[in-house]
C-alpha cells in the first residue's frame, strides 16, 4: 500500500473505531510505521476477517516506531457530541505516542487540532498503511472493549453487535431499557429515555 509521504520524517496515520454505535466509547488509535520493518496485508479493518485483524494488530505493535490508542468515553460523547469526541480521543492517541510525529494523516474529512501539519485522507484506512494500522488496532481495542461490557451488561447483546444498532439491539434495548454505557445523545436511546 503506498504511503503518502509528508516531507521529512515520522508521518502518523490516525483512525477511528466507534462513530456509528449506540454504546460504548468512541476509540482512537495513532500508529507511525518503521519503514525498514512493513506488515504485509494492512487494509481498512472492516474488511478483515476478526482473526486477521487481531494477527496484524500484534505485528503493528511489534514493528511500529510508536503507537497509542485513546478514547472518549460515553459521558464525553454526549457531552460534546460524536465528531468532536472522537477528533478528542485522536489528540490523545496522538500525545500517547511518546515521540512527536512530523506530520499527521487522518481517515475521512476532519482533522482534529495537532501541534504538527495534518491532513484528511477520504478513505485513507484503504490507501494509507499507517492509517490502515491505526483503524485496526483502534477496531481490535474497541472490540475487546465492547467485549467486556458484554460480560457486565450480558443482556444487550454488545459481544455479537458491538453496540451498533442492530435490530436485536433495538429489540434489547426496548425490552431492558437504557445501559449506563448507552449513548443518550443518539436517537434510538434518547428515544427510550422517553418512553420510560
Not at 509521504?5 to 477511528?16: A, Q, T
Not at 512493513?38 to 503493528?60: H, V
Request: glycine fraction near 8%; hydrophobic fraction near 50%; aromatic fraction near 4%.
Amino acid at each position: 500500500m503506498p504511503e503518502l509521504i509528508i516531507p521529512s520524517g515520522l508521518v502518523c496515520g490516525i483512525d477511528e473505531a466507534g462513530r456509528g454505535p449506540l454504546a460504548g466509547p468512541v476509540v482512537a488509535a495513532a500508529v507511525i510505521l518503521d519503514r525498514a520493518r512493513p506488515i504485509a496485508g494492512l487494509d481498512d479493518s472492516k474488511k478483515l476477517g476478526e482473526k486477521r485483524r487481531e494477527a496484524l494488530a500484534l505485528l503493528i505493535c511489534e514493528r511500529a516506531v510508536a503507537w497509542a490508542v485513546a478514547e472518549a468515553t460515553v459521558e464525553e460523547i454526549d457531552r460534546l457530541n460524536i465528531l468532536q469526541a472522537t477528533l478528542l480521543a485522536m489528540q490523545r492517541a496522538v500525545a500517547g505516542l511518546g515521540i512527536r510525529p512530523t506530520g499527521a494523516l487522518v481517515d475521512g474529512n476532519r482533522c482534529p487540532e495537532l501541534a504538527v501539519p495534518v491532513a484528511a485522507v477520504i478513505k485513507g484506512d484503504g490507501k494509507i498503511a499507517s492509517i490502515a494500522a491505526a483503524s485496526i488496532l483502534a477496531k481490535t481495542v474497541r472490540d475487546a472493549a465492547m467485549r467486556m461490557l458484554h460480560a457486565r451488561y450480558p443482556q444487550y447483546g454488545f459481544a455479537s453487535h458491538m453496540g451498533y444498532p442492530t435490530a436485536a439491539h433495538i429489540r434489547a434495548l426496548e425490552a431492558h431499557g437504557v445501559s449506563p454505557v448507552h449513548r443518550r445523545s443518539f436517537g434510538p436511546v434518547a428515544r427510550q429515555l422517553v418512553l420510560k
